[in-house]
């Protein structure tokens, strides 16, 4: 094989390889987005199911939109608990089960200290959380 073969079949490769990792990353990255409607208001919200999204969450953004928010997807009602390690802003956390409120836990504070972090969790079972601004 000549020299400049292999060089044509080294970059076509190398082209290949990051072509197969920039769209296997685009996949990775898609978001869902729906409404959430609670009594006359309309949530604007970015939809999590994956276990790598629902740990996440909200974290290390700079702000949230007024009107929006993110919706947890959990795969059964428990006790799903949050906190507010790396968030930059305070929330509004909505526990909700078969489209009822069962917890709201209104301008969650922003930790003190990394090391004080508080736990909130419902006092009743949920499938779905609520975060907005």
């Known amino acids: 094989m000549s020299r400049k073969i292999k060089i044509s079949f080294i970059l076509f490769t190398l082209f290949f390889v990051c072509l197969s990792f920039y769209f296997s990353s685009i996949k990775k990255t898609q978001i869902k987005y729906g409404r959430v409607i609670i009594k006359d208001k309309t949530i604007y919200v970015e939809i999590v199911k994956k276990k790598k999204d629902l740990i996440k969450g909200l974290s290390k953004r700079d702000k949230l939109e007024e009107n929006h928010g993110m919706l947890f997807i959990f795969p059964k009602a428990d006790y799903w608990s949050f906190w507010m390690k790396e968030m930059k ?40 959380v609520l975060e907005v601004n």
């Open 89 to 128: 802003f305070p929330l509004d956390i909505i526990w909700i089960n078969n489209n009822r409120i069962v917890y709201l836990k209104k301008n969650v504070p922003l930790p003190f200290k990394e090391k004080n972090i508080t736990i909130y969790k419902p006092k009743r079972p949920a499938k779905y």
